[in-house]
């Protein structure tokens, strides 16, 4: 009983880890109303550049964490499948 309610202690926070959907930290850059001159302009240029360089990164991010689900997922369904085939 004991080994059972450690158990059950070690894997709670595992078991909640995917429950916080994760969001990015990109920062949108200011549209200016006109731009004054080249410079804001061209500043404005690298930031919507920086801007979506941390958009994309995150998403290949969240893309990559869906893959592992899946193949874990696909890796349980195949044990199972096969456990199941053999008995």
């Avoid at 059950?8 to 909640?16: D, K, Q, R, T």
């Avoid at 990015?24 to 549209?31: A, E, F, K, L, N």
Wanted: charged letters at 30%.
């Amino acid at each position: 009983m004991r080994a059972l309610l450690l158990l059950g202690m070690l894997l709670s926070p595992l078991a909640f880890a995917d429950t916080i959907e994760p969001s990015h930290d990109c920062s949108q850059p200011s549209v200016p109303y006109e731009f004054e001159d080249q410079n804001e302009r061209d500043q404005f240029n690298a930031e919507v550049e920086e801007y979506k360089s941390c958009i994309t990164d995150f998403v290949e991010e969240q893309q990559d964490a869906i893959r592992k689900h899946k193949s874990a997922a696909d890796d349980a369904i195949e044990e199972w499948n096969s456990f199941a085939r053999s008995t």
